[in-house]
């Protein structure tokens, strides 16, 4: 991975991202966890540690940790866009609507690949969705999941999201001419085996990109429903966050070794790179002075927008321009 402009270890606080790729069987809160006890045997200052959102634990992929300053970035990473490649298991609808649970709906319908590719379209741009039963949704005040686990109806309103885009990726046939472990490659959908056309798909694999709230399941079961079957998904990988993707993320033996090395450089990125969708808009240490003390510069001859105030190339602040007039939206105090 890219390490991103060195780190200033000692008793100074330390600000910037770790992008994990975290391992199927590990919660969110968990990574977090892990995320505080490196930088703890790293020899590093007492740091603030946030995650820029949750992760299902039967789920891998991208998970973006802020530390320090870019603690006040997670709201923003909890609004990004997302990408998901997810498999959806043909047949069977469980409880949970992935492997976790116990089966509740079972069908013999089996799709074909020109199917499923022609069902897609109806899921890609702006869609209503409902949001699985076990989600951490709140519900007169209790999550959704402890309502569903205690045998409780969930009542949960659906919700408008954004697919942006949808594909697949591969399949898998059934049937006599084709077990249910035999690949049938996909990522070419024209290239599949005459016997996966004709026997259906047991599994896809799609890959999605999509908006804040979207779940992944609940797509799953409705991609399933409208070719007039069951299903489940038994792969989940996030493999992109905003700007984060997989090519930037460490796994947790990296991140440990970094620790006990006592040099993170190697696993964090800097605050910015969190916000490489925002312009730099360099100011000189008045300004910079101006900022920090909350208070509003005039004149500026920038266009209006967002952007992230730097002095020197240090972040300063996320500010908002209009008409001239710059005011801050977020400060930090690197």
């Known amino acids: 991975m890219t390490s991103g402009s060195p780190l200033v270890h000692g008793s100074l606080p330390l600000s910037g991202w770790i992008i994990l790729d975290k391992p199927v069987g590990l919660g969110s809160t968990q990574a977090v966890g892990a995320v505080k006890r490196a930088v703890r045997e790293a020899g590093l200052s007492k740091t603030k540690v946030g995650?820029?959102?949750?992760?299902?634990?039967?789920?891998?992929?991208?998970?973006?940790?802020?530390?320090g300053e870019a603690t006040k970035l997670c709201g923003r990473m909890l609004d990004a866009t997302k990408a998901y490649d997810f498999t959806i298991r043909f047949g069977e609808e469980t409880s949970t609507l992935d492997a976790e649970s116990e089966v509740i709906a079972r069908s013999d319908v089996r799709p074909s690949m020109e199917q499923v590719l022609g069902v897609l379209p109806q899921f890609t741009g702006e869609?209503?969705?409902?949001?699985?039963?076990?989600?951490?949704?709140?519900?007169d005040g209790?999550?959704?999941?402890?309502?569903?686990?205690?045998?409780?109806?969930?009542?949960l309103k659906s919700r408008r999201i954004v697919v942006h885009s949808?594909?697949?990726?591969?399949?898998?046939?059934?049937?006599?001419?084709?077990?249910?472990?035999?690949?049938?490659?996909?990522?070419?959908?024209?290239?599949?085996?005459?016997?996966l056309e004709a026997?259906?798909?047991?599994?896809?694999?799609?890959?999605?990109?999509?908006?804040?709230?979207?779940?992944?399941?609940?797509?799953?079961?409705?991609?399933?429903?409208?070719?007039?079957?069951?299903?489940?998904?038994?792969?989940?990988r996030r493999t992109k966050a905003g700007p984060f993707t997989l090519e930037q993320a460490?796994?947790?033996?990296?991140?440990?070794?970094?620790?006990?090395s006592r040099r993170l450089d190697g696993a964090v990125l800097p605050l910015i790179a969190g916000l490489d969708d925002i312009p730099a808009l360099p100011i000189d240490?008045?300004?910079?002075?101006?900022?920090?003390?909350?208070?509003?510069?005039?004149?500026?001859?920038?266009?209006?927008?967002?952007?992230?105030?730097t002095d020197a190339g240090r972040p300063v602040a996320l500010v908002e321009v209009s008409e001239g007039v710059c005011k801050v939206v977020r400060g930090f105090n690197i």
Not at 210 to 235: E, F, N, P
Request: glycine share 12%; proline share 7%.
């Open 51 to 67: 995650h820029g959102g949750t992760l299902d634990p039967l789920a891998s992929g991208v998970l973006p940790i802020a530390l």
């Open 127 to 139: 869609i209503e969705q409902m949001p699985p039963a076990y989600s951490a949704l709140k519900v």
């Open 142 to 155: 209790r999550r959704a999941y402890d309502l569903a686990r205690a045998g409780e109806d969930v009542a």
């Open 166 to 195: 949808l594909s697949v990726q591969s399949g898998r046939s059934r049937g006599p001419n084709s077990s249910e472990g035999e690949e049938g490659l996909g990522s070419a959908p024209q290239g599949l085996s005459t016997s």
């Open 199 to 236: 026997n259906g798909l047991s599994d896809v694999t799609l890959s999605a990109t999509v908006s804040k709230g979207t779940y992944i399941r609940s797509l799953a079961r409705d991609i399933a429903w409208v070719l007039g079957t069951v299903g489940h998904v038994t792969m989940l």
């Open 250 to 260: 460490i796994s947790l033996d990296f991140l440990n070794e970094a620790a006990k």
């Open 285 to 309: 240490p008045e300004q910079c002075r101006r900022l920090q003390h909350g208070q509003v510069l005039f004149g500026l001859p920038v266009s209006p927008g967002p952007y992230l105030a």
